[in-house]
């Protein structure tokens, strides 16, 4: 006769495996950039990825949202949603693969999709879920090459971004100056073009699309992004991409 304790570790142990069994198998591997403050570009990370895998004519969006926390105001979050095999799921860099039990006939319904995604997080009330997509761009100039191994994890973390977006569109590593309880830190960000928007990704503050147009290239327009997210950014200086 099995004891109660044993009987119970049986029980949740053959619990879990049918779980585990009718969760589906993940439908590709996928390596994410694992950076700080990365949610949006491991997400545009994985659109470019899963175009790769699957062609140009594949069904992939970045579903990004606003968000309130209880009674404040938060970041909002980013996550990639796709069609495989028929059927939508998503990829969220705090939860990995998410299969979505939706038909890839309701994949356009914002809405309908977001919701067992924002499931995930029951303490966040979303603002304004809106789908983002590429437009065809091609990248230019050499390849950002990897940061050295003494770098510090900022510029790290910047380097990496903008070594893997900078496969799919032009990118500039920039490395920068600002002031910050009045000391003096150097910091470094990527500026790239996705949906349109200009955005600058660092790792100290996330990613910030800009409604600016112009190159990537020009330092006068990334110093002008660079101060709205670090008031009183100085010395910026290309460091890589094209």
Not at 64 to 77: L, N, T
Not at 82 to 106: E, I, S, Y
Not at 199 to 215: D, K, M
């Amino acid at each position: 006769m099995i004891g109660l304790g044993r009987a119970f570790t049986a029980l949740v142990m053959g619990a879990a495996a049918v779980a585990s069994s009718a969760r589906p198998a993940p439908p590709f591997p996928h390596e994410p950039l694992n950076v700080a403050a990365g949610c949006l570009v491991e997400s545009i990370y994985f659109y470019d990825r899963c175009r790769e895998r699957l062609g140009d004519d594949a069904w992939v969006r970045v579903l990004q949202w606003g968000a309130k926390e209880d009674d404040e105001i938060v970041a909002g979050h980013a996550v990639a949603v796709f069609v495989f095999a028929d059927r939508v799921w998503a990829w969220d860099a705090n939860f990995g693969f998410l299969p979505l039990g939706l038909p890839g006939a309701q994949r356009e319904d914002v809405e309908l999709v977001a919701r067992p995604i924002l499931a995930k997080y029951p303490r966040i009330t979303p603002r304004d879920p809106v789908y983002r997509f590429d437009f065809l761009q091609a990248p230019a100039g050499a390849a950002v090459a990897a940061p050295p191994l003494e770098a510090d994890s900022v510029l790290r973390d910047a380097s990496i971004v903008a070594a893997r977006l900078g496969r799919h569109r032009p990118v500039n590593l920039v490395q920068f100056s600002y002031v910050e309880k009045g000391e003096r830190r150097q910091s470094a960000a990527v500026v790239f073009l996705f949906h349109g928007r200009y955005c600058v990704y660092s790792p100290v503050r996330g990613t910030v699309p800009f409604l600016a147009r112009g190159s990537v290239q020009n330092l006068r327009l990334v110093q002008e992004a660079l101060r709205r997210m670090f008031p009183g950014a100085f010395a910026v200086e290309a460091l890589g991409g094209g």
